[in-house]
């Protein structure tokens, strides 16, 4: 019979395919299944949700324990829990894959086994508040502040980020880095030319990953593809969609066709996508995009990315650096660089061979194993 039981917080998890935080729980909670303890075991808790959205999570995470279902959707616990309404029946660790948690006041000291810890993968609302709608940077800053109060640990994914974070909270030594990692099942697979084809990739193109968001750089880089030093070649974004895209593009100038826009893939058609680019852009300008330079690397695809202090950490030398000062330049300076790395094609191999290294560096099996250390410290 188990002795203890961590319970994971599976915000997004049963998405289809999940995206953003709903990815990094799902491939960290499968880590700590595999790397649970003698005696322990993991449990997952999730806000309202529909029935096969239970039933994917049931099959993605099979050797959960338990899983509670909440009677509130997510935006009903989202509020419960920013205010301190709502708490978990019975007691015991708690680990949240973000500020997505319920915090509020416990007796750690008396009960030890009373513990809660979050995850805060960027800064971006307080160094980049004006990229991001205002309701999103008060709520993360209103979850901060109960994390600063309540949170017996807070995870971080890069020492720049717990670095940047100590300027924001005090929360003395409870910041751990815990870094991100490429999934296992991140593979091309035996029909990735079919899937590629269906996916209609040209032979030559340049990646990026990420939603339309000012604070994924997002924006600077459509306009890159727009000036007159854009490479030649289309830009594919994954996550997004073409809802937008036609309004930013008349904006930006730029003709039709430039820019493919693919929305959400499964993991296998993003390895295809990763596996053929010539290059992946990763220009955030504060966002937590340290994944997808990771997993570009990972599948030997020469790296482009600003000069994010997280990123710097994780690609170390790796990529081919832009930097972000002087706002209204850097447009150009991403369309430089990208072309650079096309036109050079003893760089771009020395780079695949950098990337594919510093990505060995992180596995989601270390990322586990630290988690457990981290809540059998506490």
Partial sequence: MSLTTLRVVLDQVGKEPPIGIGRYALELTRALIETAPHGCDVAGIVASSP??????????????????????DRRQLAAAWQHGF????????????????????????????????????????WTHPETLPGRTVARIKAMAQRAERYADA???PTHAVADELSEMLTLGDRVRVIGNAVSPSLKPGPDSD?????????AR?????????????????????????????????????TDRLADLEHLAHLDSGRIIPLGVLSETDLAVAYSRAAVVVVPSLAGAADLVALEAMSLGAPVVHS?????????????????????????????????????????????????????????????AEKTWQLHADL
């Fill in 307 to 367: 000069d994010a202090p997280a990123l710097l950490e994780v690609c170390s030398d790796a990529g081919v650096v832009v930097a972000r000062n002087d706002a209204a330049g850097y447009p150009r300076r991403l369309a430089d660089a990208v072309r650079t790395v096309l036109d050079d094609a003893t760089l771009a191999a020395e780079l695949r061979v950098r990337g594919r290294d510093q990505s060995r560096a992180y596995s989601w099996r270390d990322s």
């Fill in 51 to 72: 029935a096969e959205e239970y039933a994917r999570i049931e099959q993605q995470l099979p050797g959960l324990s338990n899983l509670f279902k909440s009677s509130l």
């Fill in 154 to 156: 807070v995870v971080v």
């Fill in 86 to 125: 709502t708490r978990l029946p019975g007691s015991g660790m708690v680990h949240a894959p973000s500020l997505f948690a319920p915090l509020y006041r416990h007796d750690r000291l008396h009960n030890p086994g009373e513990q809660v810890v979050v995850t805060i993968h960027n800064t971006a609302a």
């Fill in 194 to 202: 079919a899937r590629a084809a269906a996916l209609e990739l040209p």
């Fill in 205 to 241: 193109f340049v990646l990026a990953v990420g939603e339309l968001e000012k604070h994924n750089g997002m924006h600077d880089l459509l306009w890159a593809w727009a000036d007159t030093h854009a490479p030649d070649v289309p830009l594919v974004i994954v996550g997004m969609g």
